[in-house]
């Protein structure tokens, strides 16, 4: 059995989009089952030169799949695409 992808949000106290990005993913969750990591970027002077003012940044088992605002179609796409290459 394959272990279930992980969704990693970056993301900072008090960041609505954050709220709403994290509250997608949890409602895609049991439809699409994967693992979600909250990262706080606060108090992190790396991430947050990484990452700024674009939180919330959403990753795919490390890789890259957007920022700001998530969209669940997209996200959808992009994760059946990504476990396509694993």
Not at 11 to 38: M, N, W, Y
Not at 48 to 69: L, M, N, S, T
């Given at each position: 059995?394959?272990?279930?992808?992980?969704?990693?949000?970056?993301?900072?106290?008090?960041?609505?989009?954050?709220?709403?990005?994290?509250?997608?993913?949890?409602?895609?969750?049991?439809?699409?089952?994967?693992?979600?990591?909250?990262?706080?970027?606060?108090?992190d002077?790396e991430?947050?030169?990484?990452?700024?003012?674009?939180?919330p940044?959403?990753?795919?088992?490390?890789?890259?799949?957007?920022?700001?605002?998530?969209?669940?179609?997209?996200?959808?796409?992009?994760?059946?695409?990504?476990?396509?290459?694993?």
């Amino acid at each position: 059995m394959t272990m279930p992808n992980v969704v990693t949000v970056y993301t900072r106290t008090g960041c609505h989009l954050c709220e709403v990005a994290i509250a997608t993913l949890e409602s895609l969750q049991p439809e699409l089952h994967f693992d979600i990591e909250k990262r706080f970027i606060d108090g992190d002077p790396e991430l947050e030169a990484k990452y700024g003012e674009r939180i919330p940044v959403i990753q795919i088992d490390g890789q890259h799949h957007d920022f700001w605002r998530l969209d669940p179609d997209r996200f959808r796409s992009s994760l059946d695409r990504h476990r396509r290459h694993q």
